[in-house]
């Protein structure tokens, strides 16, 4: 009785020293201005333009990586064949590449001298320092979450309900998007809130990428950054705002998780 007592103190030490740390720099947010100095600072057309800029694009990059991510999610978890392991880990790389990485990548790719810079040059394409950049460095960053999740989505379906579709006549797109996708979409759903999540925060490859030009390349964590040194209760505007739209995808991500267990469930 004495060590499980003594053993629960340590973990109830941990849990509240880690929940003290993690949560207090997010809370200090919303305390350090008062709610009023905040909420008039994000009429502030800096603020509302780098806002507005952060929807357009992590939109436009979320719908690319879906649209793209799950077929190619589901081929990965249908199939097996001679390298899949290795392309996975290529697929997921940039999980774990530091920004600056990734932005230098893109630009040694994707850049007016990099190895597809004379073909975009042809197609009269310029990605660098345009709105259309950050929309491609987002998606660069933030797809691997998706593709992550969507294939242990896909490959938590029972196999029998597909053998059953392709028994029935259904042909492989048929059973793909009439009982793969619908079995797998509380996953799919969750896989897209922590990738739109991510896309969201992406700082250092948009700014290597693209740069930082307000209403053209500035999103709503590079005019934290702008403003951090000139007007700091604009730049908490800002991030109290980001923290709240996080904190919502979070929490989708924790709606969604229980239905996926539960349709897991019925399904097996």
């Known amino acids: 009785m004495i060590r499980r007592s003594w053993f629960s103190a340590l973990l109830a030490a941990a849990l509240s020293l880690a929940l003290a740390f993690l949560a207090l720099p997010v809370v200090a947010i919303f305390t350090d201005t008062s709610p009023g100095t905040l909420i008039a600072r994000l009429s502030d057309p800096v603020a509302t333009d780098a806002l507005q800029l952060s929807v357009e694009t992590t939109a436009i990059a979320v719908a690319v990586i879906v649209l793209v991510g799950t077929p190619a999610a589901y081929?990965?978890?249908?199939?097996?064949?001679?390298?899949?392991?290795?392309?996975?880990t290529v697929l997921e790389l940039p999980l774990v590449l530091p920004p600056a990485v990734a932005g230098l990548g893109l630009l040694a790719a994707l850049g007016p001298e990099g190895v597809l810079g004379?073909?975009?040059?042809?197609?009269?394409?310029?990605?660098?320092?345009?709105?259309?950049?950050?929309?491609?460095?987002?998606?660069?960053?933030?797809?691997?979450f998706y593709l992550r999740q969507a294939q242990a989505s896909f490959e938590g379906i029972d196999r029998s309900l597909v053998q059953a579709s392709r028994t029935l006549g259904a042909g492989e797109a048929a059973t793909?998007?009439?009982?793969?996708?619908?079995?797998?979409?509380?996953?799919?759903?969750a896989g897209l809130a922590l990738s739109w999540g991510r896309a969201?925060?992406?700082?250092?490859?948009?700014?290597?990428?693209a740069g930082s030009f307000r209403g053209i390349t500035q999103t709503a964590p590079l005019a934290i950054y702008d403003?951090?040194?000139?007007?700091?209760?604009?730049?908490?505007?800002?991030?109290?705002?980001?923290?709240?739209?996080?904190?919502?995808?979070?929490?989708?991500?924790?709606?969604?998780a229980p239905r996926e267990a539960g349709l897991a469930g019925a399904v097996r």
Request: charge should be positive; glycine fraction near 8%.
């Open 176 to 189: 793909f998007l009439r009982v793969a996708v619908p079995v797998a979409l509380p996953g799919l759903l």
């Open 118 to 144: 004379g073909v975009l040059g042809d197609l009269h394409i310029q990605l660098v320092l345009q709105t259309a950049g950050v929309v491609v460095a987002l998606t660069f960053v933030s797809a691997p």
């Open 200 to 209: 969201l925060g992406e700082f250092g490859a948009t700014l290597m990428f």
């Open 227 to 256: 403003q951090f040194a000139t007007d700091l209760p604009a730049a908490l505007a800002l991030a109290a705002v980001l923290v709240i739209i996080s904190g919502a995808l979070l929490l989708t991500v924790k709606l969604v």
């Open 75 to 88: 081929a990965l978890s249908a199939r097996a064949f001679r390298g899949r392991a290795t392309l996975i």
